[in-house]
């Protein structure tokens, strides 16, 4: 690959653009000398101490011979300088000095080209290789012309002077914002007019003034934790360093995010081979992909632990990821400025995740407690509990389940009355309320810190080859011309080579898919043959006069159902996540063999295999439970058969208090326990067990530098975020597409978040190396993929009301069969009856006094059999069936319709942020182009200058009568003249 020279615009240009900026949305007051994040950053107090700036260069040469610990827990803190104590190490590059010596000679003339280009392109380098050690590292700093030439590429969007400061342009509208009022008397006199606001406007504001107050409460302290004041900014130029607030120390300009994302951007685009056929090896991804060096990464600030130096680590660690401050808003602007825009945004979707959850959680809590009040006090539990009523019913197993009693179902009953009740359907209602708001308000909260951290006009740089990609394809000779970037790349024909791998990819797919509903019918026959075997055990008791076993026996009898349940949803969790290691394994595997070229495309493919995969292995027995299950199970006598055995029948209670068992223990064990036990607790005992096999000394631990302390920590793999997403994204699904029968889910989940996100920061400050701080404008894909849940969710709840609970035929029974028109007698006429003498001989029942039964009962809706038609559907049948199809479409159309009015009522960006953006585009613009012109004329520009120039653009608006700005074309000596030219 051809080298850059000079200011040549380097190979892989990337179209990033740092976005528009604009006023905080949330209206700071304008300050005279506003912090920018790295200003705040660097000057964070720990408990009110000392301010200590992180960039403070160091006497170097003493601090080497002292030990690394001791560096941290002195005021200056760590050493993050070069040896001669004035260049600040942006990255750093480590390489292992063990292997095969063919391979590490390869790897030495790799790295020796590479580290060539880096100099020419004009960053500094210094090693530091220790005898007797390992693992080597390469220093790396970008000077700051280097800095300022790829800011420029990169449009990087910097601070510009405090008097360009939108604050201040702010201020000086505000002096047009009166009107002249006529005096009686004669003369004018000038009073402030605040512009009419509509009566939805003024709504709105209320409700967010209510809002924030309610939560301050949980706000940090802002003399501890300062806010970082938002700057107006513009894309850097080096033509017009005039406008920006460039310091005397101009090392300090550019934050420690901007250095690390343009020294990496750098990296990824320098050859490190002088042949000219491999063109493609370049980047710091493929050296690391070939062995050339173990890891990149930019240096962690200083320690976390307590007695560190002040830094931003340290703060984040104490403010944010600190379990004290579990109930505290995130300071998202300080991880934004720390770790970039793409884990900030991460933090901030689940912060207002959890925020929306509130609300959710408290209905949910209300719904459950009148559950709770009305489940003593109903019709059907009651009168399946009286046993006057000497409901006998059918076996449940043929041959050895004897008849049974349905006041056994009792408690059963009471159970499924909590959830199945007329709340449910007002709750499912709200959560589809709830997943639309959820979606339209996150559009506007994404809009307003787009805006915010400049992403507003950000556009994505081409991604080059992955090393993986053109390690895999190295011996192809077929090569074709990338289109954008104009490389010659290996190529693979779609027909013969890439058709093939993705057939064989997604029939792989469907057959994993197909071993969780495997697992699921396993799961079916554990219940099945569970229950009748304790049905039996329970009737084949020996008499005893044992208190205790014969009342663990009625225990069991009474409850086998619930055991049943229970054990076969703990099964079903174990089985889920067996499953989950073999399906990351293989979803890897498979999107490997397609030999994907951009990192983005790999992380589309992952993405949609390990969704689909775990979305089927968390959600098909649930599914099955919710729309399946009793269905089809036909009638005593003439029972459906699968595989020679009965299919699973609902309990008299129904079916949803099952399905909200499943999803308690699924949904509670997964998120709760699982998840929290291999993100927390095994890499504790991971960690553990290294020290005791490879113990150190003090001594040892304390002569460690910064960067041999951080390549100890896990690396930041591009894939920290996805599983984090995923896991948040199927809690989702648990919520909308099931919440009509678990209406504690959106309480579970909130308590879940809240430990999630205080997990998640602990692991990023203390486990993981610094990432490089990447910026991405939104969540991505994972938005369409919560669209399509809310959408699925409307129809799954409709679908578990209709047909999963008995509020419909306990809604026909009232209307249309009830003398009163209240549920009594709802019991007697849900259950049909059966004459047992029309078993046939290979299905009778033949325990001892099973022939003395003349009739038994069974759940559905079907004639007696001493009818015309005998067995066969009822009318109430027919009428609860056209009913719950009648109220799926219902349901349906008018939550979608509903759903969709609401879409389009909010809209995706704020009224407010809209203007900001348009003034702070059209101010940037005219301040540049009068500021510009004024230089061709050869004149100086000074600050006077330039704040005349904006006297004039505010000068250009008034205010009329009605309090709106209207635009005058130019300034006229006479007030009449004026009044004449306003458009």
Not at 749 to 768: G, H, M
Request: aromatic content about 12%.
């Amino acid at each position: 690959m051809a080298e850059d020279k000079g200011e040549k615009i380097p190979m892989l240009e990337s179209k990033e653009s740092d976005a528009n900026d604009s006023l905080n949305v949330t209206a700071d007051t304008a300050e005279d000398s506003p912090l920018t994040s790295n200003e705040v950053m660097q000057s964070q107090t720990n408990g009110g101490g000392k301010q200590v700036s992180a960039d403070t260069p160091k006497n170097v040469e003493e601090e080497e011979e002292e030990d690394a610990d001791v560096q941290d827990k002195r005021p200056s803190g760590r050493n993050m300088f070069f040896k001669d104590g004035k260049k600040r190490i942006d990255y750093i590059l480590a390489w292992s000095t063990e292997g095969k010596p063919e391979k590490l000679a390869h790897s030495q003339e790799a790295r020796a080209v590479f580290e060539e280009n880096l100099e020419q392109e004009g960053l500094k380098l210094e090693k530091d290789e220790k005898e007797g050690e390992e693992v080597h590292f390469l220093k790396v700093h970008a000077p700051y012309e280097v800095l300022t030439r790829y800011a420029e590429i990169l449009k990087v969007r910097m601070p510009v002077k405090k008097s360009l400061d939108l604050d201040k342009i702010q201020q000086k509208y505000a002096k047009l914002e009166k009107i002249l009022i006529k005096l009686e008397g004669g003369g004018f006199h000038r009073r402030a007019v605040t512009p009419i606001k509509a009566v939805s406007t003024r709504l709105w504001d209320t409700m967010t003034n209510i809002t924030k107050k309610v939560f301050t409460p949980f706000q940090l302290d802002e003399e501890v934790v300062k806010p970082i004041k938002r700057r107006f900014n513009v894309a850097y130029s080096r033509d017009k360093e005039y406008l920006f607030d460039i310091p005397d120390d101009r090392e300090k300009y550019f934050d420690h995010a901007t250095r690390s994302r343009i020294v990496n951007f750098i990296l990824r685009r320098k050859s490190f081979s002088k042949a000219k056929e491999k063109a493609y090896s370049f980047g710091i991804n493929k050296m690391i992909a070939d062995g050339h060096y173990t890891d990149a990464f930019p240096l962690h600030e200083g320690h976390w632990k307590p007695g560190s130096a002040d830094n931003d680590r340290k703060l984040l660690f104490d403010y944010w990821a600190n379990w004290r401050n579990c109930f505290k808003i995130q300071p998202l602007d300080h991880v934004r400025a720390y770790f970039g825009e793409k884990i900030a945004i991460y933090f901030a979707w689940l912060g207002f995740y959890m925020q929306m959850l509130i609300p959710a959680s408290i209905i949910g809590l209300i719904v459950f407690i009148y559950g709770c009040v009305i489940s003593g006090n109903s019709y059907p539990a009651n009168e399946v509990c009286d046993k006057s009523k000497n409901f006998t019913m059918c076996p449940l197993c043929d041959f050895q389940c004897p008849y049974w009693k349905l006041s056994a179902a009792c408690s059963h009953a009471r159970a499924s009355r909590i959830f199945d009740n007329n709340a449910t359907v007002f709750f499912a209602i709200f959560m589809s309320f709830w997943g639309t708001l959820f979606l339209e308000f996150w559009k506007r909260k994404e809009a307003a810190l787009q805006f915010k951290w400049d992403l507003t006009d950000f556009v994505t740089e081409e991604q080059p080859p992955r090393p993986e990609f053109l390690a895999k394809l190295e011996h192809i000779t077929t090569y074709k011309e990338h289109p954008i970037t104009g490389i010659k790349e290996p190529h693979l024909p779609f027909w013969r080579r890439r058709f093939p791998i993705y057939l064989m990819s997604w029939t792989a797919m469907l057959f994993l898919a197909f071993l969780a509903i495997v697992a699921v019918v396993g799961v079916i026959a554990y219940r099945i043959s569970t229950l009748a075997a304790l049905q039996v055990l329970t009737r084949n008791t020996p008499v005893t006069n044992s208190t205790f076993i014969a009342s663990t026996a009625e225990v069991i009898y009474q409850n086998a159902s619930l055991v049943t349940t229970v054990t076969a949803a703990c099964i079903n969790l174990l089985i889920i996540v067996i499953l989950n290691i073999i399906y990351n394994r293989l979803a890897f595997w498979l999107t490997d063999m397609e030999c994907l070229r951009t990192q983005k495309e790999y992380d589309d493919s992952i993405t949609l295999k390990l969704f689909s995969l775990q979305f089927v292995n968390y959600y098909s027995s649930i599914i099955y439970i919710a729309f399946f299950k009793g269905r089809m199970v036909g009638r005593p006598g003439k029972y459906a058969t699968l595989f020679g055995g009965r299919q699973e029948e609902c309990e008299a209670g129904g079916c949803l208090i099952e399905l909200c068992i499943q999803l308690a223990i699924i949904m509670t064990g997964k998120q709760l326990i699982v998840n929290n036990i291999v993100e927390i607790l095994i890499p504790k005992i991971i960690k553990w067990i290294k020290r005791k096999i490879w113990p150190e000394t003090k001594e040892q631990k304390m002569s460690r530098s910064p960067w041999e302390k951080d390549y100890r920590l896990q690396p930041a793999e591009t894939t920290s975020l996805f599983y984090e997403y995923l896991e948040m994204i199927l809690q989702f699904g648990f919520l909308t597409l099931f919440v009509a029968a678990f209406p504690l889910g959106p309480l579970f989940a909130l308590i879940n978040n809240i430990l999630e996100i205080r997990f998640d920061a602990v692991k990023f400050t203390t486990q993981l190396r610094r990432p490089m701080a990447e910026r991405v404008p939104d969540i991505g894909v994972w938005y369409s993929v919560l669209y399509g849940i809310s959408r699925i969710a409307i129809i799954s709840n409709a679908f578990i009301i209709a047909l999963t609970s008995d509020f419909i035929p306990r809604l026909v029974y009232t209307m249309a069969y009830s003398p009163d028109g209240t549920l009594k007698g709802y019991v007697n006429q849900t259950l049909a009856v059966f004459n047992t003498s029309d078993f046939d001989e290979a299905h009778r029942p033949v325990f001892e006094g099973s022939d003395i039964v003349e009739s038994c009962r069974y759940r559905d809706f079907r004639n007696p059999p001493d009818s015309d038609d005998p067995y066969e559907y009822s009318q109430m049948y027919w009428h609860v069936l056209a009913a719950r199809f009648a109220f799926v479409v219902v349901f349906e159309n008018v939550i979608v319709v509903i759903t969709g009015l609401i879409a389009w009522l909010i809209p995706d960006v704020p009224a407010k942020l809209k203007l900001h953006i348009r003034r702070e585009a059209y101010m940037s613009n005219e301040i540049i182009i009068k500021t510009e012109l004024l230089r061709a004329k050869g004149e100086t520009v000074g600050e006077e200058d330039i704040e005349k120039i904006i006297e004039d653009e505010s000068q250009r608006y008034k205010t009329n009568d009605f309090g709106s700005m209207e635009l005058v074309h130019r300034k006229s000596a006479s007030p009449e003249a004026a009044e004449n030219n306003v458009v």
